[in-house]
């Protein structure tokens, strides 16, 4: 039977913009509801061969990242696990005690918090959310000791886009098992001058 887990919910309050040109997967993968990934022959990307490594941010190149941008486009659309894997690439090229590691580890464990969310569990999400909370802070104030601003880097209105995600949570555990996406306030990323990839990732 195919999957039925819908890849993009409708949204009324604000459109959802695309940075990448890579396609979607077929579904969005929820633990426990459709085949994982890679390890499940069904799985959404069994077969295509994985990247060999993937170039990391670098300093006023964030933005315009293919990988960076995908994973944007994940979590916007509630891809979560995938937007996980996508920045994880990055994390994983990154210097972790930087800025753009500590960003993107921040990212990573938001990303699995909407994901707990959605699974219908609050068991770890507080936790989580402290954590993705206090790596965005520390990313912020690495670039502050190194004199450059963090909405510069990350493409998008950093801490107000922060302030925002963590209230986001307060609301949605509320309400947990439904589709964070379709409530009002889903924090999306909207970058304020990328140049959209031609290649995506």
Not at 13 to 33: E, K, L, M, N, V
Not at 45 to 70: A, C, R, T
Not at 185 to 195: F, K, N
Request: proline share 9%; net charge neutral.
């Amino acid at each position: 039977m195919a999957p039925t887990e819908p890849i993009i919910a409708a949204r009324s309050d604000q459109p959802i913009p695309r940075y990448s040109t890579h396609p979607f997967p077929a579904y969005r993968y929820i633990p426990g509801r459709l085949p994982h990934p890679t390890a499940h022959p069904a799985g959404h990307s069994v077969g295509p061969s994985q990247p060999v490594g993937v170039d990391p941010l670098i300093k006023e190149g964030w933005p315009q990242h293919p990988q960076y941008q995908f994973g944007i486009d994940l979590f916007n659309h509630g891809f979560w696990w995938e937007a996980h894997e996508a920045w994880e690439s990055l994390w994983q090229a990154s210097d972790r005690q930087a800025a753009a590691g500590l960003f993107l580890q921040g990212l990573i464990q938001y990303a699995a918090v909407l994901l707990k969310l959605y699974q219908g569990t609050t068991r770890g999400v507080d936790g989580l959310l402290r954590g993705a909370m206090a790596k965005l802070a520390q990313a912020e104030a690495e670039c502050q000791a190194e004199g450059v601003s963090a909405s510069a880097l990350s493409g998008f209105h950093f801490p107000a886009w922060r302030a925002r995600a963590a209230a986001f949570v307060q609301v949605a555990r509320s309400t947990a098992g439904e589709d964070p996406l379709r409530m009002s306030g889903y924090p999306v990323i909207v970058l304020s001058s990328p140049r959209a990839s031609s290649t995506g990732a």
